[in-house]
């Protein structure tokens, strides 16, 4: 591992929002309370948020049920409300460096994958839903009898929108794009871990015009706030994306009050190398389907099978591309891995590679700590892992590494299900059938063929099994945003 030593590109950004945002007004929370927020890569802290509580979560509720009913909002134009969702995406677009600096700065991310892959698809995003606003329609249908059937798309009302700190400003524009183009007020509560960038995204929107009550952001911890706003009778959606532990809570309490729910959930994704693949691309898309974002994504590629003969020179590249990974200061264009996003995550992953060890599998590179400050994992690489293994199972979310060896196309796809997750897959072959084949056999909702985490917003995401419920993007995410209405007038 080389560390990046030179000094940072670019200065600390500025925090700027703090509080609660209800109804178009920045509050304390009602408690007065507040939380930290740390910089992973120091454990500095960077600012203190408003730790909204049901209380506040009601205020939010309330704010954007009236925003829903009586506000603007309910009576503007579908078309205005895409221009409105172009504006906000023109001023993320403005201030790109500053909102790419500050998720850096909160969450650990190198900052050249903030700049690179976060602000840009989620621009790409907020423009796709703009787009869509004004082409939310229904049909007429034929029906027995003298009558005129048609059905109207209408807003599903008011959501609430839980998201997590693994990627905060592309999840705020996975949710906010389809909700809005369809219409609904939203109460958001972002990560505990991670609130900066949500609140920066808040005020944005208030600049580009959406109105008060529309977007609300309540900062604050998931048993308390995020549990508040999943109950609340006022709310008429949960979308959520996050943990499979939590989303079972989350199914369970949105129960009581018949709530919509998609949830965006974990995985333990199969990544599949055949010998007959073009080996460098395996190589370098394996590396990055597990690596990015510090392994923090729940589409990792954390189960990686490779076919018995390309599978020692496989492992080497891997071994030489952890080697000469830049571990450093995130707020630097240079580095490549920054911190996991806080001291939870680091104890969890580092019990993560214990496990590994104890069960027997190979630790072929890394397996430490990196450094003595922050929370800094080396790249790490576990050959030798078996179905069985705890490595091979569980969601380790950080930047560890399993190999599994397989022998043929009988045995994977078998291999590869043999899951309760079901996010994503992929496959790494030069043959069209096999590709083909296999694809339509792995119970995930993505399979990527000879590449690796590719999002476009036009492309529906979410899980089979307990990955989760519904789909994120494409026209997909906004059929959840919206209820279908049937109308029967008698023609006499
Ligand atoms: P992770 O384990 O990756 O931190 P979580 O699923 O715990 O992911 O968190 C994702 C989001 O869910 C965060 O915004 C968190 O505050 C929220 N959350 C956690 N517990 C609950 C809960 N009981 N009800 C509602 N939201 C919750």
């Not at 249908?141 to 807003?155: K, L």
């Not at 693994?166 to 999840?171: A, D, E, K, S, V």
């Not at 891997?318 to 995550?345: H, W, Y």
């Amino acid at each position: 591992m080389a560390t990046v030593a030179k000094a940072p590109s670019q200065k600390a950004p500025e925090v700027r929002q703090t509080e609660c945002f209800i109804g178009g007004r920045w509050t304390p929370s009602q408690s007065g309370k507040t939380f930290e927020t740390l910089n992973p890569a120091t454990e500095a802290v960077i600012a203190q948020v408003a730790e909204g509580d049901a209380a506040d979560i009601d205020a939010a509720v309330k704010a954007a049920r009236k925003a829903f009913e009586q506000g603007p909002w309910s009576k503007m134009d579908a078309r205005d409300r895409g221009r409105l969702l172009y504006k906000l995406a023109d001023l993320m677009e403005a201030e790109l460096d500053e909102l790419a600096a500050l998720e850096s700065l909160d969450n650990g991310k190198p900052i050249r994958d903030a700049k690179a892959a976060d602000l840009p698809l989620a621009i790409d995003c907020l423009r796709y839903y703009a787009g869509y606003a004004d082409k939310i329609h229904g049909q007429t249908i034929p029906v027995r009898g003298n009558y005129f059937t048609y059905t109207r798309r209408e807003p599903v009302g008011v959501v609430g929108q839980i998201i997590p700190w693994n990627f905060p400003i592309l999840m705020v524009a996975w949710k906010w794009g389809p909700a809005l183009a369809a219409g609904c007020t939203i109460v958001m509560k972002p990560a505990e871990q991670t609130p900066l960038t949500c609140l920066r995204l808040a005020r944005l929107a208030q600049k580009a015009g959406i109105p008060d009550g529309v977007i609300n952001v309540v900062p604050g911890y998931g048993p308390t706030a995020g549990a508040a706003l999943v109950k609340h009778p006022g709310v008429d959606k949960i979308a959520f994306t996050g943990s499979t532990e939590v989303g079972k809570i989350i199914m369970r309490d949105a129960a009581a009050t018949m709530k919509r729910v998609t949830l965006e959930l974990g995985g333990k994704s199969p990544n599949i190398v055949f010998d007959d693949c073009d080996l460098d691309a395996a190589v370098a898309g394996s590396h990055f389907g597990l690596y990015f974002n510090q392994g923090q994504c729940c589409c990792a590629g954390s189960r990686l099978f490779v076919q018995e003969k390309v599978h020692d020179k496989f492992v080497d590249k891997i071994v030489a591309m952890n080697k000469s990974r830049k571990l450093g200061d995130p707020l630097d264009m240079a580095t490549e891995q920054g911190p996991q996003v806080d001291r939870e995550q680091f104890d969890k992953i580092m019990g993560y590679i214990e496990s590994g060890k104890k069960e027997g599998a190979g630790l072929l590179s890394g397996g430490n700590r990196f450094g003595d400050r922050g929370f800094y994992v080396e790249p790490t690489l576990f050959t030798g892992v078996s179905d069985d293994m705890t490595i091979a199972k569980e969601e380790i979310f950080g930047p560890v590494m399993s190999i599994l060896k397989f022998k043929d196309l009988d045995e994977i796809a078998a291999r590869a299900n043999n899951t309760c997750y079901g996010l994503a897959a992929a496959i790494w072959t030069r043959d069209i059938q096999k590709a083909h084949t296999l694809a339509a056999k792995i119970r995930a909702g993505t399979v990527w063929i000879n590449c690796y985490d590719v999002f476009d917003a036009a492309a529906p995401f979410g899980g089979f099994k307990m990955s989760g419920i519904g789909r994120e993007l494409g026209e997909a995410a906004l059929g959840s945003y919206t209820e279908h209405k049937t109308v029967t007038v008698s023609l006499g």
